[in-house]
């Protein structure tokens, strides 16, 4: 079993920036490629971003693509996610979640390759 406990989210107008982190505690953390996902209101959950076991590798949806930046730091067993440029498309509640592989595989985008989830945090857009 993994435990992942997202913090970081909070209301901030457009324009700002966010850091998003994901705690993992149980087993090994850096064994686990992870994917942040966010699901808006009224929408279904869609894929962000994901990174590999050792951090070397990442991959993004296109629509976060040069705003979001994905990464991990093993020692201290969390997952970070970069937020700048905010827009208010960006409201959603993130999610991190724990890959069924180390690497990333082109199910890296899809939720169901995903095993492990945590509770989400809350991003708010102000226009």
């Known amino acids: 079993q993994v435990q992942l406990v997202e913090s970081g989210g909070g209301l901030v107008q457009a324009g700002g920036s966010l850091r998003l982190s994901c705690t993992a505690s149980g087993r090994t953390f850096s064994s686990y490629a992870m994917g942040w996902f966010r699901q808006a209101p009224g929408k279904e959950r869609g894929f962000v971003a994901a990174?590999?076991?050792?951090?070397?590798?990442?991959t993004y949806a296109d629509s976060v693509k040069g705003r979001f930046t994905i990464s991990r730091d093993n020692a201290k067993n969390t997952m970070y996610l970069q937020i700048s440029t905010l827009k208010p498309e960006d409201t959603a509640v993130y999610y991190c979640a724990a890959f069924r592989f180390s690497s990333l595989t082109n199910r890296a985008a899809n939720p169901d390759g995903y095993d492990y989830w945590g509770q989400g945090t809350r991003v708010t857009v102000s226009s």
């Open positions: 990174i590999n076991s050792g951090g070397g590798s990442t």
